[in-house]
């Protein structure tokens, strides 16, 4: 009845809407007892096939769950139950994440126009089997309108909580031992590109710890307990280090050795969510996941003096103010930051291709803790430019009207690391196929590259591709020149930087690129009118352009582009991508030329 009366003006509603969302726990010092109740209506039957399969998550290491309802009610009244057997468990854990957390995905049956899907469970947690602090973080939107939220939290002396809500649709109470938080009509979610959707919505997070410091200092005590036992470690340090003195060259065998020997296995069964193995153990199974290889790092680290730290990571969050309260839950990966030579430097040894004097791509710029005295929320350091790339191309023209063009592309730090990770496990033809795709779509469809990779099985700072093209012919001997084509690469990175975001701030990366091209028209024609340069400057990046005439047959131009990284509001976007298109625009390149004296002679001397 309850149930029903929700949806007694539920024809207001055209789409999806979560008519009930509510949520109570009984937060004890040895457990506590969840309980949820989720009523969705379906007016459409594409909402039915979006949102009829329901879900909940546990973990079973410490949680018991019993579902009390998970049904259907049809427009004239009509209930249809799940059976208990078609009850689906997944295995949620993704890559590097410190969870053994399960999915459990209910198809509620019998849905169609105007239904109603009902589920109601509950969760027991058993606190003194988790390996870290109890923490909630509820998100009081969704991807559809919530109805009706309620939210009911109470607690005893012995295990207080923390809360702290940022919706502008939620009014909470809070009395000594509870907490009562209500809202209706809350608006959907608005998703948005470039961003990270969990920086923008909105939520209430309860916590029972108050501080970054007890944070850090719960964690330390985790990730040390590898330390227990240290066999083979003495042995492994000096195999790794022998025949050098260099610091430099000892951090790249030891990131080297750990990011590519111990290969990566999650391995978060109980015990482990947080807590890594003994360092013995990694060692000699010569695998882990990213706490194992993480300690071992810093434990081999350690013996160079150079004082690591460990240091949780978010990678799925970029902006501290968001976080709410302090809590163990929000990171799901840890690496190792350490100085040298007056220089932080973060390594990730689930990384493979990072070169350790550059911070990995896909971690800067994320959430992160380090397990120091001085603990606080900060974001790990982002380069200015992260893309970084030279090219180098040399085009001589032939007797036929084509070309040969000689191109190298020297891809710098994380950006090395990606081309790497790209063509890495590609035997070599398949990497050739894959190159040669990549060039038609970019340079030119009418040439078959051959290539040679510089630097793709070594961790090292830089990748070079290496390149020869014929082209066919596609100009005419004995005609005046008339020549344009695109800087292809530096068009290309300007095009992957659009940006999309209609709505939330968004973060762009930074890109360098020098491209230097050197034409030659081996005789055939004397170049008269020569490309502009260009000094094209902006508050967020620059186009520079030098143009030398080496002599009447020879060119050499070259073309600096620099978008430093930054962030693009919404309302600034269409400006931003405006100077993107300009640039792109310019960076045509366009000349002339006569026909040279000695093949008006030839011609003259043909009878």
């Given amino acids: 009845g309850d149930i029903l009366s929700l949806s007694s003006n539920n024809e207001q509603y055209k789409e999806m809407v979560q008519l009930l969302r509510e949520i109570k726990f009984d937060v004890k010092k040895d457990k506590v007892i969840e309980k949820r109740t989720l009523v969705n209506y379906f007016p459409r039957f594409v909402d039915a096939e979006s949102y009829g399969t329901m879900s909940l998550r546990f973990d079973p290491n410490y949680q018991k769950v019993i579902i009390k309802a998970a049904s259907s009610i049809s427009p004239t009244g009509e209930i249809k139950q799940i059976k208990p057997y078609k009850a689906e468990i997944l295995n ?15 198809a509620i049956p019998g849905l169609k126009e105007g239904s109603i899907a009902v589920l109601k469970y509950e969760v027991v947690t058993n606190r003194s089997q988790m390996e870290h602090s109890w923490a909630e973080e509820l998100f009081t939107q969704q991807n559809y309108p919530i109805q009706t939220y309620n939210l009911n939290v109470s607690w ?111 391995h978060s069964e109980y015990g482990h ?28 680290l350690k013996k160079l003096k150079l004082k690591p730290e460990l240091v949780l990571v978010a990678t799925k969050r970029s902006r501290p103010e968001q976080v709410l309260m302090p809590s163990m839950t ?79 592309r020297t891809y710098i730090g994380e950006y090395a690391a990606i081309i790497r990770s790209n ?17 038609h ?8 590259p051959t290539f040679y990779i510089e630097n793709i099985n070594s961790m090292a700072d830089s990748v070079a591709v290496h390149s020869e ?57 004397e170049i008269t009118d020569l490309p502009p340069t260009l000094g094209l400057k902006h508050p967020l990046g620059s186009l520079i352009r030098q143009v030398n005439l080496k002599s009447p047959t020879e060119l050499s131009i070259e073309t600096v582009l620099e978008i ?35 093949i008006k002679q030839v011609d003259k001397a043909i009878p």
């Fill in 92 to 106: 949620t854990g993704s890559y590097n994440t410190f969870s053994s957390q399960k999915e459990v995905a209910l």
């Fill in 156 to 266: 005893n002396e012995d295990s207080p909580i923390y809360w702290s809500e940022n919706s502008h649709e939620i009014d909470c109470k809070k009395t000594d031992k509870s907490l009562d938080c209500r809202g209706n009509d809350i608006s959907a979610f608005k998703d948005d590109s470039h961003v990270l959707w969990r920086d923008e919505i909105s939520r209430i997070t309860l916590s029972s710890m108050n501080s970054w410091r007890d944070v850090a200092d719960l964690a330390k005590k985790i990730m040390t307990a590898a330390s227990r036992n240290q066999s083979g470690l003495d042995e492994l340090f000096l195999e790794l280090t022998a025949g050098t003195q260099d610091t430099s060259e000892k951090i790249e065998r030891i990131l080297a050795f750990v990011s590519r020997d111990i290969r990566y296995v999650s």
């Fill in 273 to 300: 969510a947080f807590t890594p193995h003994d360092i013995e153990e990694t060692i000699r199974n010569r695998y882990g996941d990213c706490k194992d290889k993480s300690t071992l790092l810093f434990s081999l």
């Fill in 330 to 408: 929000i990171f799901n990966h840890v690496i190792t930051c350490f100085e040298f030579d007056s220089t932080r430097y973060c390594v990730d040894p689930t990384d493979n291709q990072t070169p350790w004097r550059y911070t990995p791509a896909w971690i800067q710029g994320k959430l992160s803790l380090p397990l120091t005295q001085d603990s606080r929320l900060e974001t790990i350091q982002h380069s200015p430019y992260r893309w970084k790339m030279n090219t180098t191309t040399q085009i001589v023209f032939d007797e036929l009207g084509g070309q040969k063009e000689t191109q190298t």
């Fill in 423 to 439: 063509l890495f496990e590609f035997n070599s033809s398949d990497r050739a196929e894959k190159l040669t795709d990549e060039y």
């Fill in 441 to 448: 779509e970019i340079v030119s469809s009418i040439g078959n």
């Fill in 469 to 525: 093209t014929i082209l066919d012919p596609f100009l005419k001997i004995g005609e005046p020149l008339a020549y344009e084509e695109g800087d292809a690469w530096i068009k290309n990175e300007l095009s992957e930087l659009k940006m999309f975001n209609e709505f939330y701030p968004a973060f762009f990366q930074g890109v360098r690129v020098k491209s230097t091209v050197e034409y030659n028209t081996n005789d055939f024609w």
């Fill in 564 to 598: 430093k990284a930054g962030v693009v509001n919404p309302e600034d976007r269409k400006y931003f991508n405006t100077m993107l298109r300009i640039y792109s625009e310019q960076s045509l390149i366009k000349f002339y030329g006569k026909i040279s004296k000695s």
